[in-house]
């Protein structure tokens, strides 16, 4: 049974930073992209980030591009993700995922493409 078990969340305050660290367990952790989504209430699960299963490529929406880092060490079976500048905006369920393909090519981004998920941990940004 694979299990992703999310930590890092918490109150920070607008320019402020944090990093999530997501510790996966249960399969071949290094063949598989991993990604960062986040949601908030009433809103669909939105992709915020992800990493191919080797690390060499990563891919981020929009919102985040410049400001947040997915990085993954395949030794201790952890993908992160680094956020600088946060914003109001940001405060959200953030949600580490694993890809349902092994060895993809590139980066999974379609929430449809990951088959395991964690608790989430929840990050609030004060303005």
């Known amino acids: 049974q694979v299990q992703l078990v999310e930590s890092g969340g918490g109150l920070v305050q607008a320019g402020g930073s944090l990093r999530l660290s997501c510790v996966a367990s249960?399969?071949?952790?290094?063949?598989?992209?991993m990604g960062w989504f986040r949601q908030t209430p009433g809103k669909e699960r939105e992709f915020v980030a992800g990493?191919?299963?080797?690390?060499?490529?990563?891919y981020y929406a929009d919102s985040v591009k410049g400001r947040f880092t997915i990085s993954r060490d395949n030794a201790k079976n952890t993908v992160y993700l680094q956020m600088n500048s946060l914003k109001p905006e940001d405060t959200a369920v953030f949600y580490c995922?694993?890809?349902?393909?092994?060895?993809?090519?590139?980066?999974?981004?379609?929430?449809?493409?990951?088959?395991?998920w964690g608790q989430g941990t929840q990050v609030t940004v004060s303005s």
């Open positions: 249960g399969r071949t952790f290094s063949s598989y992209a």
């Open positions: 990493i191919s299963w080797g690390g060499g490529r990563t």
């Open positions: 995922a694993s890809d349902s393909k092994r060895r993809r090519v590139g980066v999974a981004i379609q929430i449809e493409e990951y088959d395991y």
